[in-house]
């Protein structure tokens, strides 16, 4: 049984139309990847899945339970946790603190506090050590170069013990070295049993991590399968490879403010 099912998802701001009918599934324990060009409406599914902005019809399925019209505390708490495409953080507070915010309203019921008990302090701090941050927690956010802030919106996200994690563009503004760095820690995230689906343009990390692939053009469906497949089906070289080749797809990273 899929963690994740998308059945016909539209989403519309006004007349435009920036997901159309789009269905597909994520198995659990999979790296999923979603490529597809600049507005063609990945971050709007994202928001669509994590309530952050809800879908304007269809059906949104996490664990057998439909999710569509829930808010995005209310998804966290059900285990699917997100990250967003920009780096956000509570820059003037450190890096611990951070993490333990996270930590508790991303997962203890409904009344959260800003007690932090022992259980959610081991859990940051384990989030934080898993992450590649943990030398780090007294340092603040805001003084943290762009690896180190992406690897600590990695592990706010973690701290939420989520079983399914979405990912937006988590290799955006990284360097090759970063960009090698950021693989081998998303490969440790889902080697822990978590699912993830993510949204990349750097196509050398979507072939590193990628189980499968869903190639999304206009908010539809232009294509499905594994990397292998996927890579080479001819109308994705041509609505969206076809773009990135002068570069060559290795290094097809394009910006997406
Ligand atoms: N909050 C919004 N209000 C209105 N239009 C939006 C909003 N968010 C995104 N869009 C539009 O929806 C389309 C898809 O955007 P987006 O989902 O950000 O694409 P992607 O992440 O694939 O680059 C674009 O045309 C974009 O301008
Ligand atoms: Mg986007």
């Keep these: 049984m899929p963690i994740l099912e998308c059945l016909k998802v539209s989403k519309a701001y006004g007349g435009l139309l920036a997901v159309s009918d789009l269905s597909f599934a994520v198995e659990p324990g999979e ?24 879908a304007t019809s269809g059906t949104i399925k996490f664990k057998d339970r439909e999710i ?3 808010r995005a505390h209310q998804i966290s708490r059900l285990g699917l ?25 991303g997962r203890d019921g409904d009344n959260p506090t800003l007690w932090f008990n022992n259980q959610a302090q081991e859990d940051a701090l384990d989030a934080l050590a898993l992450c590649g941050l943990g030398n780090q927690q007294r340092k603040l956010a805001g003084a943290l170069p762009v690896l180190a802030r ?9 701290a939420m013990r989520p079983q399914m994690l ?3 563009e988590p290799f955006g503004g990284l360097n090759p070295v970063e960009r090698a760095q950021m693989i081998d820690l998303i490969r440790v995230v ?17 072939q590193a991590l990628a189980d499968r ?16 497949k996927v ?15 002068p570069m060559g797809p290795e290094e097809a990273a394009p910006a997406d403010a």
Excluded: W
């Design 31 to 54: 790296v999923y990847a979603i490529v597809g060009p600049n507005g063609a409406g990945k971050t709007s599914l994202f928001d669509c899945i994590s309530g952050v902005n809800p």
């Design 68 to 70: 569509q019209g829930l």
């Design 81 to 105: 946790a997100r990250t967003f495409q920009t780096t956000v953080a509570f820059n003037s507070q450190t890096v611990l603190t951070n993490v333990l915010v996270g930590g508790a309203f």
């Design 150 to 158: 992406k690897r600590l919106m990695l592990a706010t996200a973690l």
């Design 166 to 168: 979405l990912l937006d």
């Design 190 to 206: 889902a080697k822990t049993g978590v699912t993830i689906l993510m949204i990349e343009h750097v196509m050398k990390a979507v």
């Design 213 to 228: 692939i869903l190639v999304i053009h206009h908010g539809q469906q232009i294509a499905v399968g594994p990397p292998s």
């Design 231 to 245: 890579l080479r089906d001819r109308r994705v070289i041509e609505v969206y490879l076809g773009n990135l080749m």
